[in-house]
């Protein structure tokens, strides 16, 4: 099993910035793609940025230019700065993250953390 657990989150006026933080934890053999989702009230999750194991990223073109993903593979950590931030990035945001565990090292799995909130006021 890997827990994900995200901090960073909080309340921010437009135009401001947040580093948002995912910290894997557990059995874990190797960390693939991680990416960052968001879901704000009444709309369907939907991918912000992402990062695969070979090092690529990509974006939702919403957030182009503004927001940036990157890993730390010494410490399990993934990241996403998010500037100039508007009212609409206003959601909460999960970390997921493909792994291979100790436990289980011939399957990859998908695991999500429980999310954090963050409010962009206008």
């Known amino acids: 099993q890997v827990h994900l657990v995200e901090s960073g989150g909080g309340l921010v006026p437009a135009g401001g910035s947040l580093r948002l933080s995912c910290a894997a934890s557990?059995?874990?053999?190797?960390?693939?793609?991680m990416a960052w989702y968001r879901q704000a009230p009444g709309k369907q999750r939907e991918l912000v940025a992402m990062i695969a194991d070979y090092g690529t990223t990509d974006y939702a073109d919403s957030v182009k230019g503004r927001f940036s993903v990157s890993k730390d593979n010494a410490k399990n950590t993934l990241y996403l700065q998010m500037n100039s931030l508007k009212p609409e990035d206003t959601a909460v945001y999960f970390c997921?993250?493909?792994?291979?565990?100790?436990?289980?090292?011939?399957?990859?799995?998908?695991?999500w953390g429980p999310g954090t909130q963050v409010t962009v006021s206008s």
């Open positions: 997921t993250a493909q792994a291979i565990t100790a436990d289980s090292p011939l399957q990859v799995r998908d695991y």
């Open positions: 557990g059995s874990i053999f190797s960390l693939n793609a």
